[in-house]
């Protein structure tokens, strides 16, 4: 991405006065699914979320760490494409078949993508509607069912394809 001259996202964390703190380089987010925590913590030069130097709020609340460029955010949305790798290999995740299993990894520059609200003169981003359980209708008679519900507009733009990326990797497997 720097090729690219992508920026990175999150800025510098110097060490802190409590001991045991370490600093944090500048760098890109990393999203990645549960089922890699452990290989990532596993990667030299990791440093805990917990560690870093400054009280700072994390890029997001499942970031687990940084490893020199790189802060990881976890997701359990980030679901593997089952037995689509090679033959499975001692200590490989595999979904029970003989084929290892793929996580996808993205990886984000600043400015890679953007969204935007749609809203008009007057309008909102979001309308919400709550139909409450206490009205009695001929739908609902003995009015024991409520609703709630909202309606909105949005638009998500990738603005610089160079600035992200997909990594493609296994995941070790702890039950092994």
């Given amino acids: 991405m720097e ?13 802190g006065e409590n001991f045991d703190t370490s600093p944090v380089e500048p760098g890109y987010i990393v999203f990645i699914h549960t089922d890699l925590q452990s290989d990532v913590r596993d990667l030299p030069n990791f440093t805990k979320r917990v560690e870093y130097g400054s009280a700072i ?3 997001h609340p499942r970031e687990i760490g940084a490893c020199e460029d790189f802060r990881f955010v976890t997701s359990p949305l980030f679901a593997p494409f089952l037995a689509a790798g090679a033959s499975v290999g001692d200590g490989m995740l595999s979904a ?3 084929s290892n ?3 996808p990894a993205i990886v984000m520059g600043e400015s890679a993508w953007g969204q935007c609200s749609l809203k008009g003169n ?3 981003a ?3 509607t709550m139909i409450s359980s206490r009205k009695k209708t001929h739908g609902n008679p003995s009015g024991m069912f409520g609703y709630v519900g909202a309606d909105f507009w949005l638009s998500s733009v990738r603005l610089n394809e160079n600035w992200m990326n997909r990594i493609e990797v296994c995941a070790t497997d702890l039950e092994a």
């Avoid at 090729?3 to 964390?13: C, E, F, P, Y």
């Fill in 126 to 128: 979001i309308s919400p």
């Fill in 96 to 98: 029970g078949s003989s």
């Fill in 122 to 124: 007057g309008l909102t």
């Fill in 3 to 15: 090729r690219n001259s992508g920026k990175m996202v999150t800025s510098k964390i110097a060490a």
């Fill in 57 to 59: 709020t994390p890029v």
């Fill in 101 to 103: 299993d793929v996580y």
